[in-house]
């Protein structure tokens, strides 16, 4: 098996990134795929939205990298997290770009109904920061009492059809095997079930935004985002867009006023168009 040892050989792992609401199991469905304890687990509702850790892992002698993400826990960002969701995007986006790209998404979610947080972290994640251009697959977790762990999609996968939740696969799994071990022949199953989902995806090349014109597309949709979900909230005013961009994401002077421009430009054809709509 190839050593990777170099910068360059770090950038040929693939990323694989773990998205989804605080407590549906993300940290455990690490230490599943890995088959040992990478990371700790957590019910807290704390962290910042698009936070990150990396982990890598090997699955039949190929390595990936996986990334456990911070998402969404409200379906709104309000007007205070808009500027802070920007820059965590940016800068999840750009880490990932220079170690590769992304080659596929997992969307992880508790098996039950599918909630309206649940909803905003997949087009978080798969329209906005992706563009629809990665690959996403459903990770549906805590099926401990079903009798049939795959008769839970069986019966329920009409739903994420009745929600536009598409994917390339499912996965319908245990990632914690229980106190004393009792579901230890689950937990093995949902292992090489999660094993045989992400090798299925390594035929294709990762994707990389590219960072300019991403950055201004992906500033516009969470400020559309924002903006739907409360008309009146007003996005912070020139000045202080360039600030953020220059000190918080690294952009020159001349190219954080360019996009700053974009984003309240943008922004206010979008009231002009509601304003206009409203009056006919």
């Given at each position: ?77 309000g007007e205070n997290g808009y500027l802070i969701a920007v820059e965590k995007a940016f800068k999840l986006i750009k880490e990932l770009e220079s170690s590769g ?9 508790r098996g039950g109904r599918i909630t309206a947080a649940a909803q905003y972290n997949y087009r978080l994640f798969f329209e906005i920061l992706c563009d629809k ?147 006919h």
């Open positions: 098996m190839k050593s990777f040892g170099s910068e360059a050989d770090l950038q040929l792992i693939p990323n694989v990134v773990i998205f989804g609401e605080t407590g549906v199991g993300k940290s455990s469905l690490v230490n599943l795929i890995a088959g040992k304890k990478l990371t700790k687990t957590s019910s807290s509702a704390t962290g910042c939205t698009l936070d990150a850790k990396q982990h890598i892992v090997e699955i039949n002698q190929h390595k990936f990298r996986l990334y456990d993400t911070v998402g969404l826990n409200e379906p709104s960002l790209g992304i080659r596929l998404l997992l969307f992880c979610m251009k990665v690959p996403i697959a459903l990770v549906i977790t805590n099926l401990e009492n079903e009798i049939s762990m795959d008769g839970w999609w069986h019966t329920n996968h009409k739903q994420f059809e009745k929600f536009g939740m598409k994917s390339v696969g499912h996965a319908c799994v245990v990632a914690d095997p229980g106190l004393d071990r009792i579901h230890q022949v689950k937990y093995d199953e949902s292992r090489a079930k999660m094993h045989a989902l992400i090798l299925s995806q390594t035929d294709h090349s990762s994707w990389k935004a590219e960072r300019g014109n991403w950055f201004v597309r992906v500033a516009g949709m969470l400020r559309n985002w924002v903006f739907e979900s409360s008309p009146s909230t007003s996005i912070p005013d020139l000045t202080a867009i360039s600030h953020k961009l220059v000190h918080r994401c690294g952009f020159g002077p001349d190219e954080a006023a360019f996009i700053a421009n974009k984003i309240v430009s943008s922004r206010n054809d979008s009231y002009t168009s509601l304003v206009s709509s409203s009056t």
